[in-house]
DNA sequence: CTAAAGTTTCAAGACTTTTTGAAATCTCAA
DNA sequence: TTGAGATTTCAAAAAGTCTTGAAACTTTAG
């Protein structure tokens, strides 16, 4: 009798999971916490760090560091059964919650770390009167041109995460030479 | 006299390839594809892979792949100059142009084999008259919402690679019960 | 056609990240 | 306070990724 036999998770949610963990990958995350937070999604009940474990294939220390990190992000809260002494789990259900606060935390971080690396290196260009090196001269205009990307970056970005409606138009008919 | 002292490459420019390397990997691209766009991008010149590979300190080998890559996502040209055999290279400036076609050949595909799998595992779970199974019940449940959602998060990739305006309050106010 | 210059490919090695398993720590009940 | 169960930590191992350098291939000039 295999391993999940009396679990009542199918190999067609473990599937979903894998799946969901590659998307989780690809969004800078780790495999593993688009895995465990699938199946406690798709899980009725709350599971123990035992039952992840023995489901996904994991030791326990991963697993606790899997949920640490789920925790952290708040895609997955704590619960507890009366009468247990372990921890239970379960999936934060709002994904687009989720998704503003990672944009929020890390996205926008990100742009905004971008900006500052951009004003060094303006700042750090040998000064020299605009015209007298025609490489200089071209060098500032696409730091400048970067910069002011990051801040249209930066403005989308910023409504998302308040939720409102975004237009990329500006960033789509941006042009090279402002003109 | 260190290697790149006559490159007229500044210092302040790797520095900025590097914070546009991280960028990229965020993206799931590999650190050398945006320190090598951004060394094009600043260039006035159009540069080889030989001076490529001083900058940057890397071998022949791996400008040779990254370059590769890049071509591949239309994020560098190939140029020639008149009486030199050798491939000259130039970054493609409309950076919103990029991460439209990103969005189109690769955010798109993915979401697309996660609304696959969804369909493949509902289709998966064992059959039983709605009702008979609270657990089978809940889990199918989970699963039309999920599907709902890829759907949604389809069609905002949609429009955004069509340049349209995009509203993420459907994705906010989405109910986990639908009602 | 040959040779030289340039480019691409790829197996081996270097490096990075992730996972494991065991020990340390914590927590609660008795 | 003690001890059993549960969780966390962390160093070592495993897995995975990236880079290198040499060889194969291509292209063009002579």
Redesign the pocket.
Same mark, same amino acid.
Not at 57 to 68: P, R
Not at 84 to 88: L, V
């Given at each position: 009798m295999s391993d999940s036999a009396n679990s009542g998770v199918f190999p067609a949610e473990l599937e979903v999971a894998d799946t969901v963990g590659r998307l989780m990958e690809f969004w800078g995350f780790? +495999?593993?916490m688009g895995r465990m937070w699938t199946l406690l999604y798709l899980s009725p009940e709350p599971l123990?760090?035992?039952e992840i474990g023995a489901e996904l294939?994991?030791?326990?220390?991963?697993?606790?560091?899997?949920?640490?990190e789920l925790v952290k992000w708040g895609a997955v809260k704590k619960s507890w059964r009366p009468g247990?002494? +372990?921890?239970?789990y379960e999936a934060e259900t709002s994904v687009g919650k989720l998704v503003q606060r990672v944009l929020r935390e890390r996205e926008l971080t990100l742009v905004r770390e971008f900006a500052e690396a951009l004003g060094r290196a303006e700042a750090e260009l040998p000064e020299k009167a605009a015209g007298e090196s025609a490489a200089l001269d071209f060098k500032r205009e696409r730091l400048a041109h970067l910069r002011a990307l990051s801040q249209l970056g930066e403005g989308l970005l910023r409504a998302l995460v308040s939720g409102q409606a975004i237009d990329p138009t500006p960033f789509l008919s941006m042009r090279d030479r402002p003109s």
């Open positions: 780790k +495999r593993p123990g760090a035992a294939k994991m030791s326990a220390g991963a697993v606790s560091m899997a949920l640490g247990e002494r +372990r921890d239970f």
